[in-house]
Nanobody, 122 residues
Framework: QFKLVESGGGLVQPGGSLRLSCAYS??????IGWFRQAPGKEREGVSC????????NYADSVKGRFTISRDNAKNTVYLQMNSLTPEDTAVYYC?????????????????WGQGTQVTVSS
């Protein structure tokens, strides 16, 4: 049974940091991606990581600020988010794909979590 559960969201001030976690089950050999959807906007890809953690990709908007990592012993993928701005406010989702290609196109991901809210505000 496939399952993804996000956690770690919350309210943070501009310039602050948060670390999101995505706990997965039944998806050990899947690539994992992070996506976000801001109010009134379409969901967009943020970052992704291969099943062994050796390959990653980032959206231009988060390069240099966000870092994706994976601990397969804990069945968890992390998204470390630094230098947050109000434009990063969104619901963040993790998703899984059996065919990792480095793409953060949501159409290639078939399994999704429920999301966690991130709000960046003073």
């Amino acid at each position: 049974q496939f399952k993804l559960v996000e956690s770690g969201g919350g309210l943070v001030q501009p310039g602050g940091s948060l670390r999101l976690s995505c706990a997965y089950s039944g998806l050990d050999y899947y690539g994992i991606g992070w996506f976000r959807q801001a109010p009134g906007k379409e969901r967009e890809g943020v970052s992704c990581i291969s099943s062994n953690g050796g390959r990653t990709n980032y959206a231009d908007s988060v390069k240099g600020r966000f870092t994706i990592s994976r601990d397969n012993a804990k069945n968890t993928v992390y998204l470390q988010m630094n230098s947050l701005t109000p434009e990063d406010t969104a619901v963040y989702y993790c998703a899984a794909t059996p065919y990792y290609s480095g793409s953060i196109d949501q159409r290639t991901y078939g399994y999704w979590g429920q999301g966690t809210q991130v709000t960046v505000s003073s």
